[in-house]
């Protein structure tokens, strides 16, 4: 099973990914490619492999990637390779993706993958502070970047099984195991 977590940036994803992967035995992440720099706090490999624009696109010319998509000026995308291993093993596979990588892998991957979608919104003014309080410090322009985009991603809201308003972290978590055990039983009574 696939479980999406989608919304904008600052919406919390990461954070619940990673309590998700300390609270649950069976569910794992998976990370995926960029072309951005790392930044001070990332790992290789943790929540991104990076590579250069050239690697990136030419992993791109060789059909390497299920999705991908040019975020904030750089591509992002989800390895075929790596994605078929993770669902492969057996685990509940938690990633996080943009909104147009989520149709993506629903058209590509949902006829032989179960694939479970949560949508996480924030109110603009408060995604605003979590962007300028971020441990990454994004500068004033990204930050208007990410915010112009909040439109654009809301409108597809339609698009998830589950919406979401994470203003309460403790209980956004609670709600999403919540989510993905159930539908995890629901696909272990259709098997």
Do not use: C, W
Not at 31 to 58: C, L, N, Q, W
Not at 104 to 117: A, C, H, Q, R, Y
């Amino acid at each position: 099973m696939l479980v999406i977590l989608s919304g904008v940036s600052g919406a919390g994803k990461d954070t619940i990914k990673k309590e998700l992967l300390k609270r649950m035995n069976n569910v794992d992440t998976l990370p995926s490619y960029t072309s951005r720099a790392m930044r001070s706090d990332d790992i290789e490999g943790d929540k991104y492999h990076f590579v250069s624009k050239e690697e990136f696109e030419e992993r791109l010319a060789n059909g390497e990637f299920y999705e991908y998509d040019v975020h904030h000026n750089f591509y992002y995308g989800t390895s075929k390779k790596l994605l078929n291993e993770k669902i492969a093993s057996g685990k509940i596979i938690v990633k996080d993706i943009e909104v147009n990588g989520t149709e993506n892998l629903k058209s590509l991957l949902g006829n032989d993958t179960k694939i479970v979608t949560i949508f996480l919104r924030v109110p603009k003014e408060e995604l605003k502070k979590r962007l300028e309080n971020r441990a990454d410090k994004p500068g004033p322009d990204e930050i208007k970047l990410r915010l112009n985009r909040f439109d654009y991603e809301e409108s597809k809201i339609g698009n998830y099984d589950y919406v979401l308003k994470n203003d309460d972290l403790e209980k956004s978590i609670q709600i999403i195991k919540a989510i993905i055990e159930n539908e995890k039983r629901l696909e272990d009574e259709e098997v």
